[in-house]
């Protein structure tokens, strides 16, 4: 869309002749998840464990929940933040010298902001047996990591990969920044974002999916950050400069057996 919209606005030929049309996204990322039955046994059996063990920091406010989704529209709860070009550069130098790149960094922030929030509410000290792991589902378009790249269509799948992150009493930010991009990394090696929709399809073949879908929704996971981080498009035109870019909404997220 970006792309038609600059030709437009530069004056360039634009075809307008429909492209053919393509397959599902999740039908063309099938071939890369061929032989990777084991990652989808590990990928599964983790989201039974989590199931299992996982405690909340942070639990959902029910009566909250419901009282918004009872409004029309429904009103969603966000946490934002309105930065400055400044600020945002000198971010990007931090999350350049700590060799990460600037959304594991601000989800690194936001594990501590957790436990630190946890431990005020628990007194004010760190607790003597530790804090619980603490589990996030990261979420993607899975348009940009099928290969071979299906070309110029429009399309959009939400995959999801989880990181795991214990924080102990020295642990830095900059030492989860790095631990986080490490899983990203690996994440990424192993094809977990393309496998995502297998292990959708398998959490409700499975037979876990009784014990999957019986964990209420409100307990399943404190925050589901955005994928989109930073605004990557121009804010500077003959007509002005965009300051700011506040977003109504969400990104929805998958939801299967009330676990993603």
């Given at each position: 869309?970006?792309?038609y919209?600059r030709?437009?606005?530069d004056?360039l030929k634009v ?6 049309p ?11 998840c061929?032989?990777?039955d ?8 983790y989201r039974?464990?989590r199931?299992r063990?996982?405690k909340?920091l942070?639990?959902l ?5 419901e009282?918004?989704q009872?409004?029309?529209?429904w ?5 934002h ?7 945002l550069n000198?971010?990007?130098?931090l ?5 990460v790149?600037?959304g594991c960094?601000s989800?690194?922030?936001l ?8 431990i005020r509410?628990?007194g004010?000290k760190f607790p003597q047996?530790g804090?619980p792991?603490?589990h996030?589902d ?8 099928v ?5 110029n269509v429009?399309a ?6 989880a990181?795991?992150?214990q924080?102990?009493k020295?642990?830095?930010?900059f030492e ?14 192993e094809n ?6 297998k292990v959708k399809?398998a959490?409700?073949?499975?037979p876990h999916a009784e014990?999957?879908s019986?964990?209420?929704r409100?307990?399943?996971?404190e ?6 981080v930073?605004y990557?498009g121009q804010?500077?035109f003959?007509?002005?400069?965009v ?9 929805w997220?998958?939801?299967v057996t009330?676990q993603v």
């Open positions: 869309k970006q792309w919209q030709r437009v606005r004056g075809d307008l002749n429909p492209v053919p393509q397959p599902s996204v999740e039908d063309m990322a099938l071939p890369m061929e032989g990777k084991e990652l989808l046994e590990r990928m599964l059996q039974v464990d199931v063990k996982h909340l942070l639990p406010n029910k009566a909250e929940m009282a918004s009872a409004s029309n529209p009103i969603n709860r966000t946490l933040a309105a930065g400055s070009e400044e600020g000198k971010l990007k130098a999350a350049k010298k700590l060799g790149t600037v960094y989800f690194a922030v594990f501590h902001a957790i436990a630190a929030v946890h509410r628990e004010g047996e804090l792991v603490q996030m990261v979420v993607a378009n899975l348009r940009k990591r290969k071979p790249n299906p070309g429009f959009l799948c939400i995959c999801e990969i990181i795991v992150i924080i102990n020295r642990t830095t930010i989860t920044a790095r631990e986080v991009s490490r899983q990203v990394s690996f994440a990424n090696e977990q974002f393309v496998m995502f929709h399809e959490m409700k073949c499975s014990e999957l019986a964990k209420p409100e307990e399943r996971s925050f589901v950050p955005s994928n989109m930073v990557p804010t500077n003959s007509w002005g400069k300051d700011s870019i506040h977003t109504l909404g969400s990104y997220c998958p939801e009330n």
